[in-house]
């Protein structure tokens, strides 16, 4: 799923010294260092003690700066510096449209290199979901969102931009796994600690290198393809649980326009049903009912296999997003989350492993569970939130241009926005 903002710790163990009125030189220096750090890529063997760079290479830092960039536009200035021991301290950097602290960590002998750094919060000012709402609208090719509160009846719609468009989702369809396991286990069709062999593989993910059939139960399959989006572990539980049961769940969590996304593939035959070598098929399969489309899947299974995938073939460019998908429009998708906050209270847990905005941002929320779906051109994010306050809601945007990929990383840091003036009580 794209970028995640993860920064880590790395704490030298020192002895603590008073707060000082004001940071010393040394400190200081590095602050202010900072600012040119995340502005452009360079000089990071100068700034970074090697401690740090042993676990954050520079190639991954120079992503996150980037990521950051693309969230809240160009570091400007540093703000407030406070240092509370000899080598720790909060920094302040005053990005175009927000505002970011860092906890800075610098060694304690010269040339005091920095041996930590970690986002401990963002405030973007004057914000609003309408700006957000402009700014999705605004990118090139299509997009859709939904924000809704929940509670004892039907959810409430918020703020909408296109709610019931039909829109490409990719990994987002492994929510109506997750919510046909829940249901199989709730009426004790299965129990989460079930023992299953691994397979069929697919690809992405570090399931597909285990060994073949390795032992896993249900629970860990489930939160691999939830929190790290992993391709084998979803194709698994797909091969376990009854197809039909898992194309119902679509009904039963009230997804009206079903035609064009039934049934749901498989990532291995989605994979397979794009790439050259079976253009035949995909035309079929494009154009066929639902009922076609199980009959040719059942036909071609052995074409259709990850065995037969070219995947270097479809991993670059938009390849029919609008024809062989899994296709779901905001309102579905809310449907769908909410289903399992009634409904699943078991998966809750699963679905809160990965946050999908940065650590910091996720906390101002009392809990927040998430799944996303991303490919070339296609990028989707849904969130199940619940305020301090108790209120729960849902955030639902997907973004599709078949033209080219899109900038995962300026979609990531509109629902960040969107997020943090919700968890807030903005609008």
Do not use: C
């Not at 690809?203 to 989006?229: Q, V």
């Not at 593939?265 to 397979?272: K, N």
């Not at 679905?351 to 999908?356: E, F, K, W």
């Amino acid at each position: 799923m794209g970028l995640r903002l993860l920064f880590l710790a790395m704490i030298l163990a020192i002895l603590p010294t008073p707060v000082r009125a004001a940071p010393d030189p040394a400190y200081q220096s590095r602050a202010t260092q900072l600012v040119h750090i995340l502005s452009a890529p360079g000089d990071e063997e100068e700034f970074f003690a090697p401690l740090f760079l042993d676990a954050v290479p520079v190639d991954r830092w120079r992503a996150i700066a980037a990521d950051l960039r693309a969230q809240h536009g160009t570091p400007q200035a540093l703000g407030a510096v406070q240092q509370d021991s000899a080598t720790a301290g909060q920094v302040e950097i005053r990005y175009e449209r927000a505002t970011v602290g860092f906890t800075l960590v610098v060694a304690p002998q010269a040339p005091n290199r920095v041996v930590g750094l970690h986002i401990v919060g963002v405030k973007t000012a004057q914000d609003s979901l309408d700006k957000v709402m402009a700014d999705l609208a605004a990118l090139p090719g299509t997009t859709a969102l939904a924000i809704a509160k929940l509670g004892d009846t039907s959810p409430q719609m918020l703020l909408d931009h296109r709610a019931d468009a039909q829109m490409a989702t990719g990994s987002s369809f492994k929510l109506y796994l997750l919510a046909e396991l829940a249901r199989s286990v709730s009426v004790r069709e299965r129990r989460w600690r079930d023992v299953v062999p691994l397979g069929p593989k697919s690809f992405s993910g570090r399931l597909m290198n285990w060994p073949d059939k390795a032992p896993m139960t249900l629970y860990s399959l489930a939160t691999a393809m939830i929190a790290e989006s992993d391709n084998s572990a979803s194709d698994t539980l797909h091969h376990i649980l009854d197809r039909d049961d898992v194309d119902a769940m679509l009904a039963r969590t009230g997804h009206v326009d079903t035609a064009k996304t039934l049934p749901l593939l498989t990532t291995a035959e989605a994979f397979a049903l794009k790439v050259p070598g079976n253009a035949d098929l995909r035309a079929r399969y494009a154009t066929a009912t639902p009922a076609a489309r199980r009959a040719l899947l059942r036909a071609n299974a052995d074409r259709l296999s990850a065995d037969h995938v070219d995947v270097g073939s479809v991993a670059e460019v938009p390849t029919a997003i609008d024809s062989v998908e899994w296709f779901a429009s905001p309102r579905d998708m809310i449907g769908l989350l909410d289903w399992l906050r009634l409904h699943g209270s078991d998966a809750l847990p699963i679905l809160a492993v990965n946050p999908g905005i940065p650590p910091a941002d996720a906390k101002r929320w009392r809990y927040l569970g998430y799944k996303g779906g991303s490919e070339p051109g296609v990028m989707a994010m849904n969130f199940l939130a619940q305020r301090q306050d108790g209120q729960w809601l849902t955030l639902t945007a997907s973004w599709n241009d078949p033209a080219t990929r899109v900038e995962e990383g300026k979609f990531v840091a509109l629902m960040t926005r969107a997020l943090n003036i919700m968890a807030a009580g903005g609008k």
